[in-house]
């Protein structure tokens, strides 16, 4: 037998071979998987951008924060949110600026249904108006029941009042209370914030005045506002969210096309069982209640309209 003059290059010649089988053996795909896609990645979409006009209220609240990360994990979509008053929300639509528009403002809507500007009309969810006011409620708001004595008390009062003044769903709610109420609201005591929902909030606040807002904005500021709520639970305060499409159809010279497939996926996403259980349990961990409640399935009739 031949003894090797060199045993450790003996010994480490052979490591390296065992080595270089190991990696080898371990790095190879079977045949049957080489080449073959992920089967749990999800395929990009053709035009993967989606543009969403919605009411600041649904970002304000922080529901966009929870469920536009879930769609984009789920179908492949990037959304891009443009978080206006819903009358300019539905004014983008009109222009073909947006794909999809989540809104809260069920009579302006319709105009737009019926003009087929929006299509796949959607009943998501609600919440309801409250109106909130500082803890003094000179108004004496508190201990009226009735919406219209509630809005004639604050005139006759003259209490500072902020109204949001952009069209919003909100405010558009709001000149329907004055009308109703037979108060056409003037003087130094009624402003306008011009801006969204938090905002208003907080301007309201640091001028002791009162205002109408979603029950689910006023939650998700209620702890950097010195504002109670000083009514609510009527049923002519219910706040109705609906989703839609913007009809391609409708815009076929736009420079940048509707995206069609894009705004389709949304509108089945908001109103998937999944989402729609996330919508119903949003809020209850921070604020003991939910802060809407998930109408997909139902008709206006359901609500009490």
Request: charged share 20%.
């Amino acid at each position: 037998m031949k003894i090797s003059k060199h045993p450790l290059l003996s010994v480490l010649l052979c490591l390296v071979l065992i080595i270089g089988l190991a990696v080898g053996c371990t790095s190879a795909k079977p045949d049957d998987q080489a080449g073959q896609p992920d089967q749990n990645s999800t395929p990009e979409p053709a035009n993967p951008n989606v543009v969403l006009a919605t009411t600041t209220s649904t970002q304000d609240s922080g529901l966009l924060d929870v469920l536009l990360p879930v769609f984009e994990q789920e179908t492949g979509y990037k959304v891009k949110t443009i978080a206006v008053g819903t009358g300019a929300a539905l004014e983008m639509g009109k222009k073909g600026e947006a794909d999809v528009l989540l809104v809260h403002a069920p009579s302006s809507e319709k105009a737009l249904v019926d003009e087929g500007i929006g299509i796949n009309y959607q009943l998501v969810m609600h919440n309801d108006f409250i109106i909130v006011g500082p803890p003094s409620d000179q108004a004496n708001l508190k201990n009226i029941k009735d919406l219209n004595e509630a809005f004639q008390a604050i005139a006759d009062t003259e209490s500072i009042f902020i109204s949001r003044g952009d069209d919003s769903g909100t405010h558009k709610k709001e000149l329907q209370l004055w009308k109703d109420a037979g108060v056409t609201p003037e003087g130094t005591w009624y402003q306008e914030s011009g801006t969204g929902m938090g905002q208003t909030l907080i301007i309201a606040s640091e001028k002791e005045g009162y205002t109408l807002t979603d029950r689910a904005t006023y939650l998700a500021n209620k702890g950097n506002l010195n504002l109670e709520i000083v009514l609510q639970g009527n049923k002519e305060l219910l706040n109705i969210y609906h989703v839609m499409q913007v009809n391609p159809d409708k815009f076929p010279d736009l420079s940048v096309p509707i995206n069609a497939e894009g705004g389709k996926a949304f509108v089945e996403f908001m109103i998937n069982a999944d989402t729609q259980k996330i919508i119903g349990e949003f809020g209850v961990d921070k604020y003991g209640e939910p802060l809407f409640t998930p109408d997909a399935g139902k008709s206006m009739d359901d609500l009490g309209n």
